[in-house]
């Protein structure tokens, strides 16, 4: 049951999806970031294997005591084109859902529109929900 | 002062440079298609300013 899956990369900027993370409920003091693949654990304390026959590891991980209940480690392994790409247990996916990652992927393309806007120079004219879906307008002198 | 609208929603984003000319337009747009760099982003460019629209040219035939 609690056996990882590894989803599509779709994260190439570190700290917009350590933010999402943040804004999706965790708390940024407990999302580690790693230069380096660290190993994931299960909900019994055991390193897991399932996707890896050394060993699943990943650079952001939130620990399984920061997740909730029996819960295993939630990871996301940079891949060789440089996005992250989610390492969710099957037995967490009650929590980590379809739902969850597709808000997670809002929220990180929020991060990413803000800190590109920045870059670029553009002013923030407003930020409105409709739908459901959020619509920001940015002014460019 | 020139207008770009993101819409973001469902794991999707649009952005839309409609109103949007001059030489900084592809910059934006080139910018913003970086900074995503998914599948799942859409970057558009609705209005052509040197291309007659569709309804133009049925008016004209």
Known sequence: ???????????????????ALVEQGYAKEHIEVHETP??????????????DPTGDKAEIIVRRRNVGGA?????????????????????DT?????KWLTGLKDKYHEQVATKQARRMGLKLKSRTVVNGKVVVKYLKA | MQ????????GKVDVDLEGFQGKGC????????????????????????????????KLNQ
């Open chain 1, 1 to 19: 049951m609690s056996e990882y899956a590894q989803y599509e990369g779709e994260y190439n900027d570190r700290e917009c999806l350590v933010n």
């Open chain 1, 71 to 91: 819960a295993n480690d939630l990871g996301f392994k940079k891949q060789e084109n440089g996005k992250f790409a989610p390492i969710i247990s099957r037995y």
């Open chain 2, 26 to 57: 592809h910059a934006i747009q080139e910018g913003f298609a970086s900074a995503f760099a998914g599948k799942q982003t859409h970057v558009t460019r609705k209005r052509e300013f040197n291309a007659p629209s569709i309804e133009k040219k």
């Open chain 1, 38 to 51: 660290q190993q994931l654990i299960d909900f019994q304390g055991h390193a897991t294997h399932y996707l």
């Open chain 2, 3 to 10: 207008e770009i609208t993101i819409t973001i929603g469902d």
């Open chain 1, 94 to 98: 009650g929590k980590h859902n379809a």
